[in-house]
């Protein structure tokens, strides 16, 4: 049973910086498409960065230049580098995983992780 474990949320002024991460286990994290999203108050959950089991990335427009995300295969983790963070990037950070080799599995979601900009 794949589980999802987000950490490195918090409260940081803007332009500052944050690095989220994401333990993976229960399965080959090899095998897995990673993703970030987050849902501010009120509204929906957003995509914000892929990286594919090829290590291939990409990201929604609103971070394209200030986030970067990345794995470390041998130790089962997502990272999320956020780095001149806005106030409208307020918002629960959630890490999903989805099967992209060796079968079919739902999607699998973290708990989340609070990220919140002050102005």
């Known amino acids: 049973q794949v589980q999802l474990v987000e950490s490195g949320g918090g409260l940081v002024q803007a332009g500052g910086s944050l690095r989220l991460s994401c333990a993976f286990s229960?399965?080959?994290?090899?095998?897995?498409?990673m993703r970030w999203f987050r849902q501010a108050p009120g509204k929906e959950r957003e995509f914000v960065a892929i990286?594919?089991?090829?290590?291939?990335?990409a990201y929604a427009d609103s971070v394209k230049g200030r986030f970067t995300i990345s794995r470390d295969i041998a130790k089962s983790m997502v990272y999320l580098q956020m780095n001149n963070l806005k106030p409208e990037d307020t918002a629960a950070y959630y890490c999903?995983?989805?099967?992209?080799?060796?079968?079919?599995?739902?999607?699998?979601w973290g708990q989340g992780t609070q990220v919140t900009v002050s102005s």
């Open positions: 990286i594919h089991w090829s290590t291939s990335t």
């Open positions: 229960g399965d080959t994290f090899s095998s897995y498409d």
């Open positions: 999903a995983a989805d099967k992209a080799l060796g079968g079919t599995a739902p999607r699998k």
